[in-house]
């Protein structure tokens, strides 16, 4: 079984797909998009491959890093409720 911080993130508990990323986010992925477009132009077949299996390991290099850092801010924002209640 996942842990509860798991499945929040997961979006079991709330629909990630929904979060509101703001324009600096959007704007930012779609300059990489377009400036990785233009740079695959000038690849051959095989160098095209490299490129997006790099670019996938990154996505999932991404994706870990946005758990671990989801589940430390969600560890610190709980201590921080209960410290304010402990007293």
Excluded: P
């Amino acid at each position: 079984m996942k842990s509860v911080i798991a499945e929040i993130f997961s979006g079991h508990c709330a629909n990630n797909e929904t979060i509101d990323k703001g324009v600096d986010y959007q704007d930012i992925d779609v300059k990489i998009d377009e400036l990785c477009e233009r740079f695959k132009k000038g690849l051959n077949k095989e160098q095209i491959i490299s490129f997006e299996k790099i670019r996938n390991m990154q996505y999932e290099l991404e994706a870990v890093t946005e758990e671990v850092h989801f589940k430390e801010g969600f560890k610190l924002g709980l201590k921080t409720g209960v410290e304010t209640f402990k007293d």
